[in-house]
């Protein structure tokens, strides 16, 4: 199974500010068809979780643009631009490239 | 407008089946594979299985020997079968497609005698 590594588990941000989130695949993502299939949800407190980013970094319906995700065949980042309080929740990443589907442990990102 | 809704009941006893139920509109199985994701409460993300839209379905390795995923396109639902439950599979369940661009609002299940 495709393992996925995210850094950090939580991280603390000042509203306006920035964050990132890292993660790692242990086999590249990359297909044969040159997409990456790597995808980024966030999950708000009692809620299901909502896609952000797929295939790396396309933004996904209604995901506002300070949300955006690069990276190359087995590193990846999620950035936030300009932190707001509707961002508070556990960011996951997740691969689609094979069975089983894979996910990261999760980050959670609090507010300063 | 695409929706899915899952349904089952909320508690089993241990060594008992689970059936849940999702319930799809807006979009045609046959179209669109259907997943299944679940989330011991204060965990990760654990993805179940898929009901692909040609009807093949594929099994997370370590639940394959319990689980089953089969449908019902005449009614726009997938059905979660998982037996010899424990303790351990209490959790949140939740259907997702397109993929996990949409996920239904979850259903909790607790093993409990």
């Known amino acids: 199974d495709i393992v996925m590594t995210q850094a950090p588990l939580s991280v603390s941000v000042t509203p306006g500010e920035s964050a990132s989130i890292s993660c790692r695949s242990s086999?590249?993502?990359?297909?044969?068809?040159?997409?990456?299939?790597v995808y980024w949800y966030l999950q708000k407190p009692g809620k299901s979780p909502q896609l952000l980013i797929y295939?790396?970094?396309n933004l996904a319906s209604g995901v506002p643009d300070r949300f955006s995700g690069s990276g190359s065949e087995t590193d990846f980042t999620l950035k936030i631009s300009r932190v707001e309080a509707e961002d508070v929740g556990i960011y996951y990443c997740?691969?689609?490239?094979?069975?089983?589907?894979?996910f990261g442990a999760g980050t959670k990102l609090e507010l300063k | 407008q695409v929706q899915l809704k899952e349904s089952g009941p909320g508690l089993v006893q241990p060594s008992q089946t689970l059936s849940l139920t999702c319930t799809v509109s807006?979009?045609?199985?046959?179209?669109?594979?259907v997943h299944w994701v679940r989330q011991p409460p204060g965990k990760g993300l654990e993805w179940m299985g898929r009901m692909k839209y040609d009807g093949d379905t594929y099994y997370n390795s370590a639940l394959k020997s319990r689980l089953s995923i089969s449908r019902d396109t005449s009614k726009s639902q997938v059905f979660l079968k998982m037996n010899s439950l424990q303790t351990e599979d209490t959790a949140i369940y939740y259907c997702?497609?397109?993929?996990?661009?949409?996920w239904g609002q979850g259903t909790l299940v607790t093993v409990s005698s």
């Open positions: 997702t497609s397109h993929p996990f661009a949409y």
């Open positions: 807006g979009f045609s199985l046959m179209d669109y594979s």
């Open positions: 086999k590249s993502l990359l297909h044969s068809n040159g997409i990456t299939y």
């Open positions: 997740g691969q689609l490239l094979e069975n089983p589907n894979t």
């Open positions: 295939r790396m970094s």
